[in-house]
């Protein structure tokens, strides 16, 4: 039994994995993107980004905000 607990553990462990990317403005600190295993990009800004630089958006379609921004692609962080 304890052998079936173990490969439980793993794989629950195994579908948790996300990846995760810091993204950086200037060298300053902006947010978190994050791939979901379900394929989805999810974007959300640091709380002291919001609070210091509420006007330096990272893309024009990514206004400084706790809105966390969801999308089936890689976000268009070029365009701003």
């Excluded at 439980?8 to 791939?35: C, H, N, P, S, W």
Aim: a negative charge; charged letters at 25%; proline letters at 2%.
């Amino acid at each position: 039994m304890r052998w079936f607990l173990l490969i439980v553990e793993v794989l629950i462990q195994t579908i948790l994995i996300m990846r995760k990317a810091k993204i950086l403005y200037k060298d300053i600190f902006a947010g978190i993107l994050t791939e979901t295993n379900d394929g989805e990009y999810v974007f959300e800004y640091e709380e002291d980004y919001i609070r210091n630089y509420p006007k330096q958006f990272i893309s024009f379609s990514m206004s400084v905000t706790n809105q966390k921004y969801t999308e089936n692609k890689l976000f268009p962080f070029d365009e701003g």
